[in-house]
Nanobody
Framework: QMQLVESGGGMAQTGGSLRLSCVAS???????????GSWYRQVPGKERVLVAF?????????EYADFAQGRFTISRDNGQKTIYLQMDGVGVEVTAVYYC?????????WGRGSQVSVSP
């Protein structure tokens, strides 16, 4: 089955940038381009919330949570089987564990998460 591994997390200073990557490996039933992609984040003690969504195919359709609009950019590279999240102008409120998700119909796959920490 498909496995997802996030990378690119770590520490950033206020106003800096980070780029998260979510690389798929293993057997991808139906082809990777058929899957939608999304990023979620979760802070301890709070629910996991959607950050950004990207449609299947070339990813022409993207959607963002209100707090992410204009700050984050989701993209995909089907040749690399990767979903990206570009995070610009970050603040301390960005600090969270970020999870990627890919989905096709009733199938969904999650990464294990990547810690992002922003210092003031």
């Amino acid at each position: 089955q498909m496995q997802l591994v996030e990378s690119g997390g770590g520490m950033a200073q206020t106003g800096g940038s980070l780029r998260l990557s979510c690389v798929a490996s293993g057997y991808v039933h139906g082809g990777y381009s058929a899957y939608t992609g999304s990023w979620y984040r979760q802070v301890p003690g709070k629910e996991r919330v959607l950050v950004a969504f990207i449609a299947s195919g070339s990813g022409g359709l993207t959607e963002y949570a209100d707090f992410a609009q204009g700050r984050f950019t989701i993209s995909r590279d089907n040749g690399q089987k990767t979903i990206y999240l570009q995070m610009d102008g970050v603040g301390v409120e960005v600090t969270a564990v970020y999870y990627c998700r890919v989905s096709l119909r009733d199938k969904e796959y999650w990464g294990r998460g990547s810690q992002v920490s922003v210092s003031p």
